[in-house]
């Protein structure tokens, strides 16, 4: 019993992360500088001391949750906080280690505030409201940072937000909350489409409403990267919800006929497959940061080149769309499958979560922020490594963003919360 209350396995855990972690930072550094007194170390101070700082507030408010998400969560953590320090130096890494500490922050009060995870079934419409109206918002009056006519910034002077890393988030809880109300209406099949058998349309509509609208406003914002990754969570949270594998397949084939519509409307659309379909048709234009990242991969081998003593930086962006190549490029074959390796374990953890809910919605709720962060990674992977275009979306916990990082944090705390509620720490 003690070895669970105390938590054990996380502190061990961790204790290796923050030994690991400073390393990586000292190495890069070292490489850079070619001087041992001009080795940064405070960012991995400040992540060793964050990370047990929540260790200790897990003890106190979540002894039964799961004891291996928070580890992994560090050493992706720590691994980006290298990339950011390698590749964009000691300005942009005192960023990201802010965001990081924000991240923590709002980790920490999901944790402990609400006392019933229950009570966000109460506002599911509130959620759905205050997600739509935040891409209504970045559709009027967002801003483009970094030139690309695609504006999916909100914020003032310098502070500024990605609206879409929140939005995933709420449209989990809304999803979560609607589906355990409506789960058996969803499963009865009363009226007939084609060969398909489907609910009554009024239960359908609200789903279908708020879901057309998402895609509209960030289709507007030609933000498609988000729109893949609603969609696929969607698609998951209603499957499990209704066990029904109609709608997975009505659903492809929408997401099918939007891909087409979408390729036929939009340019960037049109060139990010053509990139796909063959980058070396204009290796030194636009399908330069495609071409850099094959290169970047290839030359890294098996164990790669060593922190530090690659090139990645000759890929544009590397830090937020392609630091799964960077990876490859520095640590190598090994280095990208322990990645993938680490997201798979995550992933596992989570619907192990979802798998012991004490009740469905929970159950809903961590299939779904399970979901956000797997596929997430997956979709980013298979773009670095040309199996799929490239979406523009960032790596949980790598790349550089502080709205994707403090969004994946508040995904960890609802996991955390849900498995103390199911009172199996493992």
């Not at 959620?127 to 504006?151: E, H, K, P, Q």
């Amino acid at each position: 019993m003690m070895p669970r209350l105390s938590r054990l396995t996380e502190l061990r855990l961790l204790l290796f992360v923050v030994l690991v972690a400073p390393a990586g930072i000292a190495a890069t550094d070292l490489v850079r500088t070619a001087d041992f007194a001009r080795i940064d170390l405070q960012p991995t101070l400040v992540l060793a001391g964050l990370l047990l700082a929540v260790h200790l507030c897990l003890i106190w408010r979540c002894r039964a949750s799961d004891q291996v998400i928070l580890p992994v969560v560090g050493v992706l953590s720590g691994l980006g906080l290298t990339l950011v320090g390698r590749l964009e130096g000691a300005d942009t890494l005192a960023k990201q280690t802010t965001w990081f500490a924000v991240g923590t922050f709002f980790l920490v009060l999901v944790v402990i505030f609400p006392r019933s995870l229950s009570r966000l079934k109460d506002y599911k419409y509130t959620w759905a409201v205050l997600g739509i109206a935040l891409m209504a918002a970045t559709l009027l009056f967002g801003r483009d940072l970094n030139n690309s006519g695609a504006r999916l910034w909100l914020g003032y002077g310098e502070i500024v937000f990605q609206p879409s890393e929140i939005l995933k988030v709420l449209m989990v809880i809304f999803l979560a909350a609607y589906l355990d109300e409506k789960k058996e209406l969803l499963s009865s099949r009363d009226y007939r489409l084609a060969f398909l058998r489907i609910p009554s349309l009024p239960y359908l509509g609200p789903l279908a409403a708020m879901w057309g609208l998402s895609i509209f406003i960030l289709v507007g914002q030609k933000d498609l990267g988000p729109t893949l990754l609603l969609f696929g969570v969607f698609l998951t949270m209603l499957y499990v919800a209704s066990s029904r594998a109609a709608y997975v397949w009505g659903g492809l084939g929408l997401f099918a006929l939007a891909a087409y519509v979408g390729f036929k409307l939009f340019a960037h659309v049109q060139t990010r497959v053509e990139i796909w379909v063959n980058p070396w048709i204009d290796p030194e234009g636009k399908a330069y940061q495609m071409v850099q990242a094959l290169l970047a991969l290839a030359s890294g081998g098996i164990v790669g080149t060593g922190l530090g003593y690659g090139h990645p930086g000759t890929i544009p962006a590397v830090h937020t769309d392609f630091p799964f190549a960077a990876i490859g490029e520095e640590l190598g074959l090994l280095g990208t499958l322990a990645v993938v390796m680490l997201f798979l374990i995550l992933t596992y953890r989570g619907l192990c979560i979802a798998l012991e809910a004490s009740n469905t919605f929970q159950q809903l709720l961590a299939t779904g922020l399970t979901t956000t962060i797997g596929l997430q990674a997956l979709i980013i992977i298979a773009g670095n490594v040309k199996l799929i275009p490239i979406t523009g979306i960032t790596l949980p916990f790598v790349s550089y963003g502080g709205s994707s990082l403090v969004a994946n944090f508040i995904v960890v705390g609802l996991l955390l919360r849900i498995s103390q509620a199911s009172g199996g720490s493992r």
